[in-house]
């Protein structure tokens, strides 16, 4: 299976590791809008330039893009779901269904299949959410996020006038979710699940009241959580900070007859693009194989059969892991 990277930066490097665990996979090259020559992939994979793309499209069975849900994705699945089989993790929740109509419309048209929004939440956790309610019908889904370090939400720190860097992490409140697991079934509010830690390195004679303060007020990212700020040094930062670990848990809550039943998924990651890479890379063996069979369009984990996933024949797998 050919396969090639759209996009270089920690998810892409991640996928290159990827593929050189998989054993039905070859990487054929990284694609990028940086001038080729300044990309040194880990591999010695080849570099091109994304304009030429589509010179190649008969030697790639399938593309993992590799860029960002704001602007990249939605622009370049579409775009490249017409001549290539394409998997992507697009994460913007309220637009997958846009992007979903725009990915399924392109590879419709050129006979293609596209794979949007796997990851592990959307993806593997989207996985086991619809797994529960199916199961459990009467009950509560409730989702987790962390410990782990929020890259947008760092971002959002480091753009605050006397930051020179920043990592925030999402926590999860220990005891909601201990009330989750006792089957209380609560309402709780975005507060009341998860808080945030934030460890700041702030520039010389910044103010750091107001760094702190702007952070705790911040709306969309800090305003509606119990937020604590830590001022440390830059090399704390990069002793104690310097990774993208992350991870969570889905628990659904349940009855049948007055019985109760939980059900919980969790992932604890030391790497959350390396982790995210590996999910991509086995749906891409979904996408090559469903074209392979002429299944066209866009399709989401819901609509991929895991026997698709693996390298092992399907007999294999019934003996081995059923």
Known sequence: MKVAIVGY???GKGTEKAVA????????????RRGPDSVKTATGVPVYPLKDIYEMKDKIDVLVLC??????????????????NVVDSFDTHAKIPE??????RASKEGNKVSVISVG????????????????????????????????????????????????????PVEDAVQRVRNGENPTLSVREK???????????????????????????YFKDYNTTVHFITEEELKKDHSGIPH????????????????????????????????????????????CQ????????IFDIPPILLHPQSPEELRKNLL
């Open 99 to 104: 992007h979903f109509e725009n990915a399924d």
């Open 120 to 171: 592990w939440d959307p993806g593997l956790f989207s996985l086991n959410r619809i797994l529960g309610e199916a199961v459990l019908p009467s009950g509560s889904t409730y989702t987790f996020w962390g410990k782990g370090v929020s890259q947008g939400h760092s971002d959002a720190i480091r753009r605050i006038d006397g930051v020179k860097d920043a990592r925030q992490y999402t926590v």
């Open 194 to 220: 998860h808080t945030r830690e934030c460890f700041v390195v702030a520039e010389e004679n910044a103010d750091l009241e107001y760094i702190e303060k702007t952070i705790k007020e911040m709306p969309n």
């Open 247 to 290: 991870g969570g848990t889905v628990i659904r809550s349940g009855e049948t007859g007055g019985n109760k039943h939980l059900i919980e998924f969790s992932l604890n990651l030391d790497s959350n693009p390396e982790f995210t890479s590996s999910v991509l890379v086995a749906y891409a063996r979904a996408a090559y194989r469903m």
């Open 293 to 300: 069979k002429r299944d066209f369009g866009c399709k989401t």
């Open 21 to 32: 665990n998989a054993p039905d996979m070859e990487l054929v090259g990284v694609f990028t």
């Open 67 to 84: 860029g960002g849900s704001a602007t990249d994705l939605p622009q370049q699945t579409p775009d490249l779901a017409k001549y290539f």
């Open 9 to 11: 930066g920690n998810l």
